[in-house]
Every structure is written in C-alpha cells, then in structure tokens.
C-alpha cells in the first residue's frame, strides 16, 4: 500500500529532476558564445509505477539521460559544402594573385609592353637611320625582356610560395586527426561508465567542421562512439590511432604529393578542401601560366632573331661597316629572354635594313608585322592573340572561382543557420526552461512541506 512517505519520495524526485534541470539550463546559459557548443536538454521520463489491485500509480519522475541536440544530416551537408568552399577561395584568391602580376590591362603589362616595341620597329622603318628612335626602341625591348622575367620570377615566387601554404596546412591537418583521435579515446571511455559525454562530442564535431575546410573526409560512428575519418578513401583516424599527412617533391618536375604516413605510404587522393585547391594551382594552374609565358618568349625571341639576322645595321667604324648575322634577343624562355649585349653597347647594331642601302628599313617593317603574323597553333594565332588567350582564360577561371566561392559560402551560411536554429542556445528559450524547472521545484517543494504539516498532525494525535 503506499503511505506517506511515497508522496515525500515522489516530490523528493520531482526536486531532484528540477535541479539536474536548471543545471543544464544553466550550463547551456554558460555556452551561449561557445564556438561548437550544441545545446542540451534533460530527457525526463515517468518513474516505473507501483501496480496496485485499482491500477497503476505513478511515482514520480525520473531523468533518463542529458542529450545533445545535433542534426547529423546537417552536419554532412555543413561539411560538404565547406569542403567546396575551401578549395575555391583558394583558386580565387590564388588565380587574383596571379593577375596582379599580370597586371591587365596597365602600363606595364606585357600587352603594351609587346605592343610597344613592335611599334617603335614601324617608327624606325619609316627613319632607319634615326639613333634617337634606335635608343627609344632599345629602352622598349629592355622593358619588354625585363618585363618577362619579372613577371616569370613573381609568378615562381607564388608558386613557391604554395609550397609553405600547403606544409601549413598538413601541420594543420595533423593536429586535428590527433585531437580526433585522443577525443575517440576519452569519449569511448566516458561513455562506458557513464551517459553521453556530451562536451566531449562537441569538441570533435567541431574538429570535424575544421578539417573538412582542409581535406575531402568521409566520417561514421563505429559501435563504441569513436568516429572513424577517411580522406580519399584512405584512413586518416580509427579509433585512438591517426595517420599524419606529409608533402613531398618530385625533384624533376618540382610538382608535390601530399601523402598518408604508415607503413607502405601512400599519396592523398584530393578532390576538395584548400589543401586540394593549394595543390592544383602549385603544380598545375600556375605551372601552366608560366608555360604559356615561356612559350609566348620563346616564339617572340625566335621570330625576331629569324629576321633580324639577316638584315643589316647602320655602318660603324674605320672603314664604316654594317654588322650583320646578330640576333636581337638571346635567351629561349621568358626566365632568360634579354637584349643581345652588341646592340645594348652600340643601337647602331640594330639591323633595319636587308642590304644596308640608305633608307631601305625591310628588315624593321618585317619586324614590325610581326604583330599581326599568326604564328602559334597551326598559324591560327599571332603573339598578341596568344596572349591575351591566356589572359582571357585566367579571367574566365577568375570568375568561376568566385561564383562557386559565393554560392558554396551562400550555401555553408544557409545550412549554419539551421544548425544554429536546432542546436544552438536560445537564451529566451533557456529563460523559459529555467522559469519552468523553477515552479516545478516550487510545487515540489510545497508538497513536501504539506507532508510534513501531516506528519507533525499525525504525531501529535498519538
């Protein structure tokens, strides 16, 4: 039969759930700017019931367990979309590096810097012996070789520069698989003995969140609680065990793999996060551009010298004499290409004209068609064309980059938004949670006292 005391142990429970209650909604309170922290409610649950000849009565209420709130199907397209969102940032921002050294359209872009030596070959085709436009004319093929290697030895410089970045990273990587690792350990611990450990749990899915900027992972949850990553479809965490990243260079073509340590290692598989976007503009997009610019000063450097050799320059010396079969550039690439030191020392060694007679400038005119001579892809296109191809499709590259950039960053803002919707803290809500457990205590605690009015009664009529 209950009694009495059965009523003071059902509000003795009511209290105590009232209590764990404003616990956690106070600890919710305590994280409402905690980075990761998922807001996390008491499951309460009825007390197993007294079974009496009338029925069931209740004894109160107990807490089944304290749960997290966690979406985890918001969790993988969160992932998702920042692993997309990594990669292009860092094409954006990798390929607007690159057009910075380009500078198109600008002074000094090689555009007008090769338009303008061209120019100066047809103003001395028209004054061939004139020395004021062979010093202009030297200046501007200074200023274009220059220009080349200028540009050639700032757009090595990102790339090496990609190399740091890309080790930065890997440092970066290594650090999270090895707290993921440690958190697996600590958790799968915890929750042996105890509920879900809660806290914990937040601080590797906030990992999870930052190495998906990184790498392309897939992740489960094995049987013990302890996440299991993958990156290309190779292990990068189990259990308590991790895998480190480590980058290595192929000495002939200076290109880098970034590999998975253990005991045959093996090179990462990359697909998405910055370290796949790192990797791709150092060993292909970049490397690609710098092809282009050395072919651009190869074909510039053997179409000139082609002509230039068999022409003439103005007649020097004692007797005057006309120097002949000197090339106007050396070099082959855009990381050598420089003015032949005879016509640095002497312009009068520029040859303008084909025989050396007075006023005939052929040599200078043929020069100065070759802006328009198409002599690149199966003659299709001339040097300026060639050129700007390269210009167009960095721009065209540009502008997918940041469109997927601003859709993926619309995208991860969008899904963040629902995560923080369903997990996080709502300090009105947890008010009114508080002001709940509150009352309840209250009608609790007024039960108690009017058992105790009971008791004292009881008593004192014995």
Known sequence: ?????????????????????????????????????????VNFEAASPLQLLKGQLGLGVEADDIRRVRNQLLDLQYRQANQSLGKNQIKENTLYQVETILQEPAENSLGN??????????????????????????????????????????????????????????????????????LNAKISVAESTMGSANDLRDRRDLLLDQLSEFVNIQYREDSEGQFVVTAGGQSLVTGHDYRELSVETDTETQKLTVTIKGPNDQPLQLRNGRLSGLVEMHNTTIPEIIDRLNTLAGKLIEEVNRVHKFGKGLPVGQPPQSATGLNFFTGSDAASINVSPEIVDNVANIAASIDGSPGNSDVALTIANLRNRKVFNSNAETLTDYYNTT???????????????????????????????????SLDEEMTQLIKYQRTMEASARIVRVVDEILNTVINMI
């Open 391 to 425: 210009i167009t499709n960095l721009g065209t590259d540009i502008e997918v980059a940041r469109t997927n950039r601003v859709n993926q960053e619309k995208l991860k803002d969008q899904i963040q938004n629902q995560r923080n919707a369903e997990s996080g803290v």
């Open 1 to 41: 039969m209950p009694g009495i005391f059965q009523t003071l142990d059902i509000a003795r429970r009511a209290i105590w759930a009232s209590r764990l209650g404003i616990d956690v909604t106070s600890h919710n309170i305590a994280n409402v700017n905690t980075p990761g922290y998922s807001r996390q409610l």
């Open 113 to 182: 810097l090769l338009n303008d030596f061209f120019s100066e070959f047809s103003n001395l085709a028209t004054e061939p012996e004139n020395m004021t436009i062979r010093n202009v004319l030297l200046q501007k093929a200074i200023a274009l070789s220059d220009g080349f290697r200028e540009k050639y030895n700032r757009l090595t410089e990102t790339r090496d520069s990609l190399r740091s970045d890309i080790e930065n990273v890997v440092n970066q990587v290594n650090n999270i698989t090895r707290e993921i690792a440690d």
